[in-house]
């Protein structure tokens, strides 16, 4: 059998719409989910990103974090019978606020996995909100303990092959580390992208306040040129995944760098599903 992913639902958050699509409905507020993915089928589990520490912690960015009981990082792998302890590696695609802040729930010797200029960037200061001292905090007593952090440089070696059929990529958008993985199934290749793309529909399918269809509306961030965010989404699109997987939207099925169908399931509320699996609809 090949490999399998798992949705992870880590709760939801509520913000200003604009943050997400450039342009799009400012100042009217916008709920979106907040995932991580379980990669099974290996000789051990993989948790690609763990989602934001509390519901407090949103509250720095101006956000609302919805996370309750059922969104708890154990009781997610526990739907699939994995323990933290189980886990053998924690990839992020980077350390923003949402996607670092659980780090703590798993031992030392389950290995975290970041581009080394992710963690650069995230102690550079030019961010500071959304690389919350906690997170951060945790990752340099991971430098500090040996076997419990793998630094890669993607932009200077290229993919790398973490295990049979996993491979990490330099992303080149959304932050300057930012990676992509890609997991080789049964089905095809699917990429866990982060945060490259937010919204399918009014980024990629019907871009918003955009000239044309191949003209991707980038985000509301602002760590990196536009150009170069454009670019990434492009890069994304036209990889040769069969399945793309953000971590705030349903992930979505793509032929010749268009998306031809999205994943069906409920959002919000607890997700469990296989990726791949049979419950598209057209896009």
Known sequence: ?????????????ELESSFLVLGRDCGRVRRVPVYGFLILGGQYPIVVDTGYRD???????????????????????????????????ICHTHLHIDHAGKDDHFPMNSTVVINRREL????????????????????????????????????????????PGVYLEAAE????????????????????????????????????????????????????????????????????????LPVHDKPAKIEAGRVVGRLDMAIPGPVSQSVPRRDWFPA
Do not use: W
């Open 1 to 13: 059998m090949g490999l399998e992913i798992k949705i992870l639902d880590f709760g939801d958050i």
């Open 55 to 89: 519901n407090a912690i949103m509250e720095t960015l101006g956000m609302r974090g919805l996370q309750f009981h059922e969104n708890m990082v154990e009781r997610q792998l526990a739907n699939h019978g994995v323990r933290p302890g189980d886990v053998r590696y």
């Open 120 to 163: 650069e960037y995230s102690v550079s200061g030019l961010m500071h909100p959304q690389y919350p001292k906690p997170d951060i905090m945790h990752l340099v007593e991971r430098l500090h303990t040996p076997g419990s952090l793998r630094l890669e440089d993607l932009e200077m070696s290229g993919p790398i092959e973490l295990i």
């Open 173 to 244: 958008g959304h932050t300057e580390g930012s990676m992509n993985v890609h997991v080789d199934t049964n089905d095809g290749r699917a990429t866990i992208c982060g945060d490259v793309i937010y919204d399918f529909n009014d980024q990629i399918i019907e871009p918003v306040r955009s000239f044309g269809p191949e003209e991707y509306q980038v985000t509301g961030n602002h760590s990196g040129s536009k150009r170069r965010e454009k670019a990434a989404m492009r890069k994304l699109m036209h990889s040769g995944a069969k399945y793309i």
